[in-house]
């Protein structure tokens, strides 16, 4: 089994928006993207990256296909202190369950260290979702407390609480 990450681009964005399921949609982008969509926020990504600044993200690919989405953000969110690089993650459904998301976070954190963005990684991810709390423990991040986010809602419209795991790296 071989993942890698890679840029984004306007042939990844069908493949990219057919991974997205209920799952995706509730923990991390809270809708559906659509082709004008997903191109934009890719072309906001590869600007970024190519400025090293703000949100880089990244598709996951197992075994040369696409099997999910990664990015990092040194941007201010709930939970974060100055340093710290926000982690975020999807993986598509036929690719849950064989360690892509751990080795992704894993990847994403190398990239964090190689081109200096942040001292701290962190994953802010609601209690109720054991799959992406099982991932944080197993790519070594550490549980150090909740925050009520001011920006992210729970679907029933009441503010979500987000544990926030962290991972020195220096």
């Given at each position: 089994?071989?993942?890698?990450?890679?840029?984004?681009?306007?042939?990844?964005?069908?493949?990219?928006?057919?991974?997205?399921?209920?799952?995706?949609?509730?923990?991390?982008?809270?809708?559906?993207?659509?082709?004008?969509?997903?191109?934009?926020?890719?072309?906001?990504?590869?600007?970024?990256?190519?400025?090293?600044?703000?949100?880089?993200?990244?598709?996951?690919?197992?075994?040369?296909?696409?099997?999910?989405?990664?990015?990092?953000?040194?941007?201010?969110?709930?939970?974060?202190?100055?340093?710290?690089?926000?982690?975020?993650?999807?993986?598509?459904?036929?690719?849950?369950?064989?360690?892509?998301?751990?080795?992704?976070?894993?990847?994403?954190?190398?990239?964090?260290?190689?081109?200096?963005?942040?001292?701290?990684?962190?994953?802010?991810?609601?209690p109720d979702n054991l799959a992406s709390v099982r991932v944080?423990?197993?790519?070594?991040?550490?549980?150090?407390g909740d925050v009520e986010s001011s920006a992210e809602l729970?679907?029933?419209?009441?503010?979500?609480?987000?544990?926030?795991?962290?991972?020195?790296?220096?």
């Amino acid at each position: 089994m071989q993942i890698e990450l890679r840029p984004l681009g306007a042939d990844d964005i069908e493949s990219h928006n057919a991974g997205e399921d209920e799952q995706t949609v509730r923990w991390l982008t809270g809708g559906r993207g659509t082709v004008e969509t997903t191109a934009s926020h890719f072309a906001t990504l590869a600007d970024n990256l190519a400025a090293g600044r703000g949100k880089r993200g990244f598709g996951v690919w197992l075994d040369g296909a696409l099997a999910g989405y990664v990015d990092c953000d040194p941007g201010p969110a709930d939970g974060l202190a100055d340093g710290d690089v926000n982690i975020s993650y999807a993986v598509h459904p036929w690719a849950r369950g064989r360690g892509v998301a751990v080795a992704a976070v894993e990847l994403t954190c190398g990239f964090i260290r190689e081109h200096r963005i942040g001292r701290r990684a962190v994953i802010r991810v609601e209690p109720d979702n054991l799959a992406s709390v099982r991932v944080a423990e197993k790519a070594g991040f550490r549980h150090v407390g909740d925050v009520e986010s001011s920006a992210e809602l729970r679907p029933d419209g009441t503010p979500a609480v987000l544990g926030i795991h962290v991972l020195d790296l220096e």
